[in-house]
């Protein structure tokens, strides 16, 4: 899988997101590159970051993704995705709804 598949693919599940849960969830854009993209995605309760890049010095193989609860009280724990080099693409956007529904609190 070549990264230029995986942007691709998460620009078009970005805004399908944004249209299922147009009412729980703001999706910001904070950079879209050809190589590179960097979302912030937020609800009442969790702040989450998305960033697809090119393999480097990083834990992730192009994406990852970081979910925290923001409230003070009764905190949950964190969701964090990190691909690997053999991710597919459907198990990408499998952990990627986990975290969708993590910050939606469901």
Not at 62 to 91: G, I, T, W
Request: charged share 25%; proline share 3%; net charge negative.
């Amino acid at each position: 899988m070549k990264l230029h598949e995986v942007i691709d693919a998460i620009q078009m599940w970005t805004g399908t997101v944004q249209e299922m849960y147009h009412s729980e969830i703001n999706v910001e854009s904070l950079i879209e590159h050809e190589d590179y993209l960097r979302y912030v995605i937020e609800s009442a309760n969790y702040l989450a970051e998305l960033v697809v890049e090119p393999e480097g010095f990083h834990p992730h193989h192009f994406v990852f993704f970081e979910a925290l609860d923001k409230r003070k009280d009764a905190l949950q724990k964190p969701y964090f995705y990190l691909d690997e080099k053999d991710s597919s693409m459907e198990n990408i956007l499998e952990n990627l709804n986990k975290g969708i529904l993590y910050i939606v609190g469901r």
